[in-house]
């Protein structure tokens, strides 16, 4: 089977996705959708995704899966990315909430009006930074004490922090406090068949 991606190459929701792709050594194709331009937005996209958001893959031709923390568990399957143990598992799907509830929005909004829409005097970045921080200080206290966040072993929850905490930097987001944060960083960046995430301009 090869797997179809539609997504935004520097987005760090779709960058997880091909992270496990690449990890799990998937056979897939990679479509980039210009987001900028309105392409989530067609009736051709909203077939895939009636959301309107990336990334999407393709399964077959009738099958999509939308919400990156959902493929992520959808491609994880059978795999040691994602635990085989009742209570690891969910403390997997607990961090992924977190990410999508506490972390996402503040990290990676931020570094969408830095990056993205280039407005560093918009009004929405203080709240978001300050609520980056207060996810960092909560990722921060966990590690302090383990190398990756479930079961001291690289899971599906380690690629979805990862994603956009690695470039926080790029959220105004300043990473000098947080030492059990960066060495955790370094620990997923060595893992076998890691990739790195474009820049934004690239």
């Known amino acids: 089977m090869t797997y179809h991606v539609h997504g935004v190459s520097a987005s760090g929701n779709c960058y997880k996705v091909r992270l496990a792709l690449e990890q799990l050594n998937l056979p897939h194709v990679w479509h980039e959708v210009d987001m ?19 990334p999407v893959l393709v399964i077959d031709e009738k099958t999509t899966l939308a919400e ?12 040691p990315l994602l635990p085989d143990d009742r209570l ?4 997997a799907l607990q961090w992924m909430f977190f990410e999508q509830y506490s972390h996402e929005p503040n990290v990676a909004v931020a570094r969408f009006i830095l990056q993205f829409l280039k407005q560093p005097g918009d009004p929405r970045l203080p709240d978001r930074i300050a609520g980056s921080y207060r996810a960092l200080d909560v990722m921060e206290q966990h590690l302090a004490t383990r190398t990756y966040f479930v079961g001291e072993r690289y899971t599906v ?3 979805a922090l990862y994603a956009y905490t690695h470039v926080a930097h790029e959220a105004n987001v300043d990473l000098s406090r947080y030492p059990a944060i960066r060495a955790w960083i370094e620990r997923v960046r060595s893992q076998p ?9 690239q």
């Open 157 to 159: 929850a380690d690629i």
């Open 193 to 201: 068949r890691h990739v790195e995430m474009p820049g934004v301009d």
């Open 36 to 54: 900028m331009n309105g392409a989530t937005r067609t009736d051709e996209f909203r077939k895939l995704n009636p959301n309107g958001k990336v």
């Open 88 to 91: 690891e598992r969910a403390q």
């Open 68 to 79: 990156s923390d959902a493929i992520l568990c959808y491609l994880a399957e059978g795999t």
